[in-house]
């Protein structure tokens, strides 16, 4: 598997961007490995709000690329 570390304003950015080409790439492929800090997951919840509004997604369609950061995240960490 790929690992690709995703700093806050990529996340930002995927989100961002309804049709992002890079939001695409990173969540349908199953060989890419996402990793993200702590403190990108953090932001990434205190501006749910204004990333939907923005982005003009659902809060499912939000909530399932957290979903996906998260499970990756914890995995690793359990790892260690």
Known sequence: MKPVVLDTNMLFSCLLRKNSLVRQKLFSQKEVRLYACKFSVIELF????????????????????YYKVLKQSVEKSERL
Not at 46 to 65: A, C
């Open 46 to 65: 205190k501006h749910k709000e204004k990333i939907m509004k923005s982005s003009e997604l659902q809060e499912e369609e939000v909530l399932e690329v």
